[in-house]
T-cell receptor, first 111, second 114 residues
Framework: EDQVTQSPEALRLQEGESSSLNCSYT??????LFWYRQDPGKGPEFLFT???AGEEKEKERLKATLTKKESFLHITAPKPEDSATYLC????????????FGAGTQVVVTP | DTGVSQDPRHKITKRGQNVTFRCDPI?????LYWYRQTLGQGPEFLTY????????KSRLLSDRFSAERPKGSFSTLEIQRTEQGDSAMYLC????????????FGPGTRLTVT
C-alpha cells in the first residue's frame, strides 16, 4: 500500500534560519511527487511537482528535491510569511491521478 | 481563471441530518476530486470524476455518501444521516488531463456535526 511519511511534525524557526523538511514515500510506480502549502482554514496551494530522481525545483526561498525514496523541501532564509503547513503527496501510475498525502509539517517562523 | 470555488464554506448540522456541498472547478478542467481532511492530517481521497463519469470511490466513502457531476461541470457531495465522525474539512480539487498533473484545490467546506 502506498505510504507517505513527513518529518518533523512541527518546526519552529527564527527568521533567516534555513532548514529542510523530509518526505519519505513508498509507492508502486511513482508518477509524480507534489508539494503543497496550506494556511489555516484554507485549501492546499500547489508549489511543485517532481517526476524523477535527481530533479530539483525552486520558487523564491523554497527548493524541492527528489530521490528514489524521499523528497526534501529546503527553506532558505525563511520569513514569517513562510509560516504554514507543508504537505507532500504522491501520485501512482495506476491511480487515476488521485493524491496520497502525508500528515504535513507545520512550520512557524518567528521574527 | 477564478480558481476552484466551494459552497458553503462552513456548515453546522445536527446528527442525522442530510447535507450537500457544491464544488465549481476551474473552467475547462475535466478531472474533479473530492478529499476529506481532519485536524492534523493530510487530505484523504474520497472520489474522482472525469467529465461526468465517476471513475473511482474510496473505501472511506460509505453508502451514506454520494457524489455527482452532472454535465461535467460543477459537482455535489451529499452526506445522508450525518454522524459526528463526518466532521471534517471537505476539499475539492480540479485538473486538466491534457495539462500538468497538479491539482488545484478550493477553499474547502468545514462541516461540524453536533
Amino acid at each position: 500500500e502506498d505510504q507517505v511519511t513527513q518529518s518533523p511534525e512541527a518546526l519552529r524557526l527564527q527568521e533567516g534560519e534555513s532548514s529542510s523538511l523530509n518526505c519519505s514515500y513508498t509507492v508502486s510506480g511513482l508518477r509524480g511527487l507534489f508539494w503543497y502549502r496550506q494556511d489555516p482554514g484554507k485549501g492546499p496551494e500547489f508549489l511543485f511537482t517532481l517526476y524523477s530522481a535527481g530533479e530539483e525545483k525552486e520558487k523564491e526561498r523554497l527548493k524541492a528535491t527528489l530521490t528514489k525514496k524521499e523528497s526534501f523541501l529546503h527553506i532558505t532564509a525563511p520569513k514569517p510569511e513562510d509560516s504554514a503547513t507543508y504537505l507532500c503527496a504522491v501520485q501512482a501510475n495506476d491511480s487515476w491521478g488521485k493524491l496520497q498525502f502525508g500528515a504535513g509539517t507545520q512550520v512557524v517562523v518567528t521574527p | 481563471d477564478t480558481g476552484v470555488s466551494q459552497d458553503p464554506r462552513h456548515k453546522i448540522t445536527k446528527r442525522g441530518q442530510n447535507v450537500t456541498f457544491r464544488c465549481d472547478p476551474i473552467s475547462e478542467h475535466n478531472r474533479l476530486y473530492w478529499y476529506r481532511q481532519t485536524l492534523g492530517q493530510g487530505p484523504e481521497f474520497l472520489t474522482y470524476f472525469q467529465n461526468e463519469a465517476q471513475l473511482e470511490k474510496s473505501r472511506l466513502l460509505s453508502d451514506r455518501f454520494s457524489a455527482e457531476r452532472p454535465k461535467g461541470s460543477f459537482s455535489t457531495l451529499e452526506i445522508q444521516r450525518t454522524e459526528q465522525g463526518d466532521s471534517a474539512m471537505y476539499l475539492c480539487a480540479s485538473t486538466l488531463v491534457e495539462g500538468g498533473d497538479e491539482q488545484y484545490f478550493g477553499p474547502g467546506t468545514r462541516l461540524t456535526v453536533t
